[in-house]
């Protein structure tokens, strides 16, 4: 599973990474968690909203900051999908 957050780098955005990570370790799943700073890449991704998180590709947050509970809820969710 990959985990993304897009963000140039503010407080929202590091808090949001965060608890990303703290939600992966939480679940005691195995995930790469990456941050996207550039906003070339931002842009592209089609994120026009920060902090924002995709889960395997699927943009699944924009423009909110969520807490560890809320993401450990979206990666459970993308991973029922599969």
């Given at each position: 599973?990959?985990v993304?957050?897009y963000?140039?780098?503010?407080?929202?955005?590091?808090?949001?990474?965060?608890?990303?990570?703290?939600?992966?370790?939480?679940l005691?799943?195995?995930?790469?968690?990456?941050?996207?700073?550039?906003v070339?890449?931002?842009?592209?991704?089609?994120?026009?909203?920060?902090?924002?998180?995709?889960?395997?590709?699927?943009?699944?947050?924009?423009?909110?900051?969520?807490?560890?509970?809320?993401?450990?809820?979206?990666?459970?969710?993308?991973?029922?999908?599969?």
């Open positions: 599973m990959k993304t957050v963000g140039p780098g503010c407080a929202n955005c590091t808090k949001l990474e965060a608890a990303a990570r703290e939600a992966v370790k939480q005691g799943i195995e995930a790469e968690v990456t941050k996207v700073t550039d070339a890449e931002i842009a592209k991704a089609g994120v026009l909203l920060t902090p924002a998180l995709a889960i395997d590709g699927q943009m699944v947050l924009r423009g909110k900051v969520a807490d560890v509970s809320e993401v450990m809820s979206l990666i459970t969710s993308a991973m029922d999908g599969s």
